[in-house]
């Protein structure tokens, strides 16, 4: 251990440059994963780091979908005073470039060769006019059922594939006393729902028309209507007690039988297996009725920094984040998989394996779609404004019609 952190160290000080005093590689790393799964993946790096000679100052900002920790982040970079790493990911990466932010990591780049071994899809996102200005730890799939698998078999309930029949499975089930859907009322969960039913029942030439192109006739379409009338259907098929819950606790929920399903990305995994519990025998997983595949690429974004050390512990955080190995590692608690292209996924399990082969299947069918519930298709006022009618008609008696009048506006608003 000692040698290879000396190892890394010299290494890093020849980068730094010949001449220059040894500078141990230092990082504060600003993200959003305290949950159990979350918690034991982000350890993964850590340990990488320190083991490779670096110093890890840790900057958690709880709360999931990472809201919180985005004002963290202004309100430090407001300050004058960046973290040097920051869980960041989609159009974000490119508005913080844009306010003159980020860090330029190319050499890291194309010195171990990510072109070569990510998806086009996943590097454009962590480019910046040309230049590498984020790197890529995973790829989460936010389509997602969960399901306690003893309820189902008790109650004679398959996973279902239309969202009509998880309508009726629902139905069913609230009829013997249990509560269908676990879900926390927070508004990027009721965002994350929402988008994988407009997948679902609109299609994804519909979910691309309205997030991704934010096309005004699609917004305030039939079809969105329909999407919010599915919303006030499921609205019906969560507890009393769902009002600001966190999206681990509506997990823990499906683990321990208080509730068959939750709707979330595979996060949800991540917190099932911290739990020791096994996929297909304890729980279930199947992706949200419809076609399609909704994208979630974390990634770590480093910001401007002074000082050798912080500079020469963004190079090996960058570098040790693409590492084949730690790409298998983390993926493996955190319910993700590799954004690296070359790793095996012999030891990932169904959940993960279902995840790689449909990715692959909607690339190759134009129906692979970023989340824009996660920050991957939107700006952040648009994805807010969005986020913000979808949580107002969750939480009232707004019709479907009403709802997708107040899309539309508050789109056209937005900008
Ligand atoms: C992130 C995940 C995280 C989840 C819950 C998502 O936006 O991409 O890494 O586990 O939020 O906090």
Redo the contacts with the bound molecule.
């Keep these: 251990m000692r040698q290879t952190a000396f190892a890394a160290v010299s290494a890093f000080a020849l980068v730094a440059g010949a001449g220059t005093a040894i500078a141990e590689p230092k990082a504060e790393v600003l993200h959003?994963?305290t949950?159990g799964?979350?918690a034991k993946s982000v350890a993964v790096l850590k340990d990488e780091f320190t083991a490779n000679g670096g110093s890890w100052t840790d900057m958690p900002v709880a709360?999931?979908?990472?809201d919180a920790a985005m004002t963290a982040l202004r309100a430090r970079v407001l300050s004058g005073n960046p973290p040097t790493a920051v869980?960041l990911?989609g159009p974000a990466i490119q508005e913080w470039y844009e306010e003159g932010a980020l860090a330029d990591i190319s050499d890291v780049a194309e010195a171990e060769n990510w072109a070569a071994v990510l998806p086009e899809a996943i590097a454009s996102h962590m480019k910046c006019d040309g230049t590498w200005c984020a790197v890529p730890v995973?790829v989460?799939r936010v389509d997602w059922i969960w399901a306690n698998a003893e309820i189902l078999a008790a109650n004679g309930i398959e996973m279902p594939k239309t969202w009509d029949e998880f309508n009726a499975a629902a139905e069913k089930l609230k009829a013997a006393g249990i509560t269908p859907l676990a879900h926390g009322g927070q508004a990027?969960q009721d965002a994350t729902v929402f988008e994988t039913v407009a997948l679902g029942i609109g299609g994804p030439d519909f979910y691309r028309k309205a997030f991704v192109e934010l096309d005004p006739a699609t917004l305030k379409s039939d079809t969105m209507k329909a999407v919010f009338d599915e919303m006030r259907i499921l609205r019906g098929f969560v507890d009393d007690n769902f009002s600001g819950r966190d999206?681990n606790l509506a997990t823990a929920m499906v683990m321990n039988g208080e509730a068959a399903f939750q709707i979330m990305?595979d996060?949800a995994k991540?917190e099932f297996l911290a739990a020791g519990k096994v996929p297909g025998k304890d729980f279930l997983c199947a992706s949200t009725p419809g076609d399609g595949f909704l994208y979630?690429v974390?990634s770590f974004a480093m910001f401007k920094v002074d000082g050798a050390d912080r500079i020469a512990g963004q190079k090996l955080l960058a570098k040790l984040v693409m590492g084949p190995n730690f790409q298998k590692v983390f993926n493996l608690n955190?319910g993700?998989i590799p954004a690296r292209t070359d790793v095996p996924l012999d030891e990932f399990d169904m959940c993960a394996h279902i995840s790689a082969d449909d990715m692959k299947a909607s690339a190759a069918n134009g129906s692979l779609l970023p989340s824009y519930a996660?920050?991957m298709a939107l700006r952040g006022a648009q994805a807010g404004a969005i986020t913000d009618v979808v949580t107002a008609h969750f939480n009232s008696d707004m019709s479907s019609d009403e709802a997708v009048q107040m899309l539309a506006d508050a789109v056209a608003n937005s900008f």
């Design positions: 959003w994963w949950s799964g979350e709360g999931g979908g990472g869980q990911k995973n989460h990027w999206w990305g996060w991540g979630n974390d955190k993700s996660h920050g």
